[in-house]
């Protein structure tokens, strides 16, 4: 039996080196590594050849990994840049999210759902993740284009609207009679 740290050992030493052999073949066929990642967890996940069978263990190291990409963004976004490109985050980022998630309930709509769930499940959909939307641009060095700038406007926009819908999600749930779970606070 082997104790839980030598297990999670294994299973990191066996992301590091599918990584290491197979982010350079997808760089060298032109794929990129965002593709090369997700082919090493196929493989190495609990349907491929079963290397890390509990993911939900496992999966607290890819979070490290995307609050350190974050982190980076951070360090390099200057306040001034920022004040540049309001315009681009609240015109272009708004119309997006906004265009995006209505056209969504309404498919929603159209096929029987609710009116609540059809306005969680378009503002759900019409986000996308910054870290893999911007892996790709500057691996593609698309991030000092046009392009790049309207792309990262839009991103900035939908993780700055994430703690708004996280709040309506909250209100629909407690309006649908739902109940909402939060910390247990006893006044008294």
């Not at 200057?78 to 998630?101: E, F, H, N, Y």
């Amino acid at each position: 039996m082997q104790e839980a740290g030598g297990h999670y050992l294994v299973e990191i030493l066996a992301l590091l080196l599918a990584t290491v052999i197979i982010i350079p073949t997808f760089h060298a066929i032109r794929l990129g590594a965002i593709l090369g990642y997700l082919t090493a967890g196929m493989i190495l996940g609990p349907w491929g050849l079963g290397v890390i069978t509990e993911v939900e263990d496992i999966r607290h190291l890819a979070e490290f990994g995307v609050i350190f990409l974050l982190f980076v963004l951070g360090i390099e976004l200057k306040p001034d840049k920022l004040w540049q490109m309001r315009k681009m985050v609240l015109g272009l980022g708004l119309a997006q999210v906004l265009i995006t998630a209505g056209t969504i309930y309404g498919i929603a709509i159209w096929l029987g759902l609710d009116n609540h769930s059809a306005i969680i499940i378009g503002f759900g959909l019409a986000l996308s993740s910054t870290a893999f939307c911007l892996k790709l641009l500057s691996e593609r060095g698309g991030i000092s284009t046009v392009m790049g700038r309207m792309s990262f406007s839009v991103l900035l926009l939908q993780d700055i609207a994430v703690v708004p819908l996280l709040a309506l999600v909250s209100y629909l749930a407690v309006g649908n009679g739902a109940e909402v779970v939060g910390p247990d606070i006893n006044p008294l």
